[in-house]
């Protein structure tokens, strides 16, 4: 019987999904292991062999954790709400569901074909009512929860009710909109509905307010920030601009220190742990308040060197600042107004990008230094963003090198502040040598001065100590269709939820997937679309981390209609033990997924204060481009003619990539090639050896590239194992590699290589129950031992090796022994799942599948040397090869050595004068 790897992989496929076999136990007696992938978006172009290698690290893990005795918890299910879908409505008029239901058929086909170990029954999808009812839920605990940071967690609102009605706001030490007022309790009571309602809304964790957001006109809808590339849309390529919205956010800046504090706890990559320190990014000033008598207020900057205030001589405002309207005077109106409609065109990304150039607009108006009393210039600029501290700085140019250029561009005061006058190194010299004009802190030392400063501003009510983040509030409201709704009506212009019983609010039938003529988003088309018939739903729709900020959760009691998950299976698995996915998602999708985690914690809903204990982030698998080279004529236009590789330099030429699923080894079939374009119809080629070789170069995977490689292509010519054992066997997970189709075959080689070993030259099962000898017992336990440390390390490359040399010794052994083998294919089982079930079956096993079966325990006595092959010369001239036991003395050895008849035949009757015998190493007879 042939290795047929077409029928035994849909032959166990179907078996694994007739019977469940990946549902993990309903039994809690066994430790528990979570294995999740970042959920994929089911696009319509499906997956190419680059999407799977996460996935296939994961699921020789989940299947490893099996064999070793683990309750394997490894689901998979689809983030299937998103823009691509609602554009291709938007062209095509088909609902997105329809769209999303076609892609996600189409990649569970290519799943199911690589087979991964998933348990499908727990198979959630965000799209789905039944899952974005507990989605909406969730914005619901949001909604009714305040930050106690008294208590440094959320608590539900209900607890500062009952505090505004017994004591007021006096003692309420919350996270909080600025504004807030002080009451007592009666002048609580005194309010009416709609004052508390609005008191509230500046209290809760998800609360609505005017934000600055990426606009995008022609998609009709507000973009992430990792949406917009150069200030145009990553979608379409449309252009964005800065537009203050109403909009949902999430009060997330609640949880930054304690989001902070668990980057220490957690098992993450350090690249991804700084990035989302950086994204935080925490940082101790003080907060500072410069008069504007004009308009009677205030400007608040936030400021790490307290100490440079002297050094301030111009103040500088984001474009979108709510004071730039009524700071600006009549002359500068026209100035201000076209600088602010330029910013309003980069996206914030773009101008903190912008290192270099040097822009901005005089307001007209003055600040009073809070210490000094002396009139500052209120400028704009787009180097100060409205999202990052208060929207406002005070500039130095002599200690910050932006505020120094802009100083110099437009003319404006440099004061010194320290006895050093070289921009770069003025920080340091502050901290250790003289302040200058300064009356205040002369002579003091940075330690010194820092305290001081900050007393004498709280004294003179201009300023105070400050923690400030970088991290803002995030915004949680799209203008699009295909999206959760959020389950909320509008009374009297305020928010209220709909009842716990009333979820899920479904998203309503639209005529179009477009904006209103009058601006609204799409859910403004939906006919008497009314929350009892007279209040209007929200008509924004949730964004898309909204759906992947909690599903972990979900697949661990998926089917549940009453809870997002019950107390007993969130007590049982707990956290994600292993996570694989993308780094792109560092400051988004595992941000707001920590927020949520925690907030769910809080509310008392679970105990575990992070989701995620580990998490890799696999690297990419880059396409091998290839190229043929198109002959040029005398005017540089482009032939017919096409030159192999090797003779290009002789002709004029330019490359082209070619579509590499029409290259073998880098030779191009030529009759396919006149097929690939219609104007390649009557290529000609000038040929090397009879073939035409092509170029080559390793690019980002990409259709227009052509060197896509479509799994689906590589598992009908070479199987599931195959794709799994190579894709593992091109370098370490984390790291990028090039895919070579080219190497693929020496894989499927060695898979039948493995089949053979169980079967006779006929082809028939030829295992026998005989004892292994010492040689086979050394090779197995090699690989039991090397694939155990490599899997626990997540080293799979260097397991796909070892596998091939140990079957490389066996295949010599001539080893069919039940003993070895079954053994042998437990331990590639996580691998390649396919042929060592089809293995397990004709071993006679009565248990229906491996999957369950034991990991083979490792026995280090197997790996000791008994015996050497002792090199032997002749008068230092290397002879033969003579395996002894190591356990020979020189005297025993001797006599062994003396009596061996090749030995014999290489004295030739001369008698020995001497034997050198260096036990384990050499042996030299001296004659």
Known sequence: MEYNHQSLESKWQKFWAANGTFQPSESTEKPKYYVLDMFPYPS????????????????????????????????????????????????????????????????????????????????????????????????MQLFDAWYNKATDKAEPIASLVQHFETKGSEGVDAVADEDVFVFTASGWQQFTEEEKQKELLKYRLAYLRESTVNWCA?????????????????????????????????????????LLRGLETIDWPEPLIEMQRNWIGKSVGASVKFAVPQINSDIEVFTTRVDTIYGVSFIVLAPEHELVEALTTEGQRTEVESYKDRTSKKSELDRMADT?????????????????????????????????????VMAVP????????????????????????????????????????????????????????????????????????RMRDAIFGRQRYWGEPVPVYFKDGLPYLLKEDELPLLLPEVDKYLPTESGEPPLGRAENWKYNDQYEYELSTMPGWAGSSWYWFRYMDSKNEAEFASAEAVSYWKAVDLYIGGSEHATGHLLYSRFWNKVLKDLGYHNEEEPFKKLINQGMIQGRSNFVYRVLDNDGKGTNLFVSYGLKDQYKTIPLHVDVNIVYNDVL??????????????????????????????????????????PDDIIESYGADTLRLYEMFLGPLEQAKPWNTNGIEGVYKFLRKVWRLFHDQEGNFAVVDAEPTKAEFKALHKIIKKVEDDVERFSFNTSVSAFMICVNELTELKCNKRAILQDLILVLQPYAPHITEELWALLGNEQGTISYASYPAFNADYLI???????????????????????????????????????????????????????????????
């Not at 998979?76 to 076609?102: C, K, N, R, W």
């Not at 040598?433 to 003091?444: P, V």
């Not at 104007?679 to 080629?685: G, L, P, Q, R, V």
Request: aromatic share 12%; charged share 25%.
């Open 218 to 258: 022609a998609l009709g809808t507000v973009l992430a920030n990792d949406e917009v590339i150069n200030g145009v849309s990553e979608r379409g390529g449309y252009p964005v601009e800065q537009k203050k919205m109403m909009q949902w956010s999430m009060r997330i800046t609640a949880y930054a220190d304690r």
């Open 865 to 927: 040397e008994s015996e050497f092959a002792y090199p032997v010369s002749i008068n230092g001239k290397m002879k033969m090869n003579l395996s002894l036991s190591l356990d020979l003395d020189q005297k025993t050895a001797e006599s062994i050595l003396l009596e061996n008849t090749d030995v014999q035949r290489y004295l030739d009757g001369k008698p020995v004068k001497k034997i050198i015998f260096v036990k384990g190493k050499i042996i030299n007879i001296v004659i």
């Open 44 to 139: 319509g172009a499906g997956l190419h062999v680059g999407h799977p290698l996460g996935y296939i690290a994961s699921d020789i893990f989940a299947r490893y954790k099996r064999l070793k005795g683990f309750n394997v918890l490894h689901p998979m299910g689809y983030d299937s709400f998103g823009l691509p879908a609602e554009q291709y409505a938007i062209q095509t008029g088909q609902h997105p569901a329809i769209t999303t239901e076609v892609n996600i058929n189409r990649y569970r086909e290519q799943l199911d074909n690589i087979g991964f170990s998933y348990d499908w029954s727990r198979e959630v999808r965000t799209s789905d009512p039944s899952y974005y009812k507990w989605t909406q839920w969730i914005f």
């Open 669 to 710: 079939d030529t009759e396919k090639f006149k097929s690939f374009r219609p104007d390649f119809a009557d290529a000609e080629f000038v040929l090397e050896n009879g073939k035409y070789v092509c170029g080559s170069e390793v690019e980002k995977m990409s259709k227009s590239k052509f060197n896509v490689v479509n």
């Open 356 to 392: 270099k150039t040097v822009s901005g607009a005089f307001t007209g108006s003055f600040a009073k230094h809070p210490l000094t009393g002396e009139d500052v210039q209120i400028w704009i600029a787009d180097y100060v963003l409205a999202s990052y501290g208060t929207g406002a």
């Open 398 to 469: 002599s200690a910050d090198q932006r505020d120094y250029l802009f100083a110099k561009f437009f003319d404006l005061p440099i004061i010194p502040i320290s006895d050093t006058q070289e921009i770069e190194e003025a920080a340091d010299a502050n901290k250790n040598g003289r302040y200058i004009n300064s009356d205040f802190i002369n002579g003091l030392t940075y330690q010194e001065a820092v305290p001081a400063l900050i007393d004498r501003l709280a004294e003179l009510k201009r300023g105070k100590a400050k923690v400030n983040f």
